[in-house]
């Protein structure tokens, strides 16, 4: 592998996402990074009630919300916020 590939793959970080929600049934990650898709990044729940997601980006900054049973929602752990195009907030996180 080419020390420039090498260094670009080193640069990835893996951020892992938490949401309590325990009496949800589903949660779905939400952000810029999977274009709003929600059927890319959904969450798994461990036996505390914790809902937990694991994916690689890259440096930058991007937008996020969680989907919790159909709700969007933000994340109550990252009070970093920017309005949205519907009047509402989402969640920032700088990698």
Request: cysteine-free; overall charge positive.
């Amino acid at each position: 592998m080419s020390k420039a590939r090498q260094s670009k793959k080193t640069q990835k970080r893996r951020i892992t996402f938490k949401l309590e929600a325990s009496e949800a049934q589903k949660a779905i990650l939400v952000g810029d990074f999977n274009s709003w898709d929600v059927k890319k990044h959904s969450m798994k729940r461990d036996d505390k009630g914790m809902w937990i997601k694991s994916i690689t980006l890259a440096p930058g900054r991007y937008e996020y919300k969680f989907v919790v049973d159909g709700e969007w929602q933000n994340d109550p752990g990252n009070d970093q916020m920017v309005e949205n195009s519907f009047g509402t907030h989402n969640n920032i996180l700088t990698v």
